[in-house]
């Protein structure tokens, strides 16, 4: 049986937090690719204070057709404050 959508981000958003020891800040993106899904997860690497100067990142957790979680690779890394253009 296939599972939801919300099932497979939160499954790849916890496992994120697992693997690379830091919290998750919540999923941005959930989209399909011929293997299974790909889930945007942003996580908090580093918190200061104030918050505006907490490091943050983007993961893509690639998660199969069963579910789990196959792969993950971070592919930005930004202050909180930082405004994208």
Same mark, same amino acid.
């Given at each position: 049986? *296939? #599972?939801?959508?919300? @099932?497979?981000?939160?499954?790849?958003?916890?496992? $994120?937090? *697992?693997?690379?020891?830091?919290?998750?800040?919540? &999923?941005?993106?959930?989209? @399909? !690719?011929?293997?299974?899904?790909?889930? !945007? +997860?942003?996580?908090?690497?580093?918190?200061?204070?104030?918050? =505006?100067?907490?490091? $943050? *990142?983007?993961?893509?957790? =690639? +998660?199969?057709? !069963?579910? #789990? &979680? =196959?792969? %993950?690779?971070? =592919?930005?890394? %930004?202050?909180?404050?930082? +405004?994208?253009?």
């Amino acid at each position: 049986m *296939a #599972e939801s959508i919300s @099932k497979i981000a939160r499954h790849a958003l916890e496992e $994120l937090e *697992a693997l690379v020891g830091c919290p998750a800040e919540g &999923v941005v993106g959930v989209r @399909k !690719d011929d293997d299974g899904w790909v889930v !945007d +997860v942003e996580v908090l690497e580093i918190g200061r204070v104030p918050q =505006t100067t907490d490091v $943050l *990142a983007s993961y893509e957790v =690639t +998660v199969d057709a !069963d579910g #789990e &979680v =196959t792969g %993950y690779h971070r =592919t930005r890394r %930004y202050l909180r404050a930082q +405004v994208e253009d």
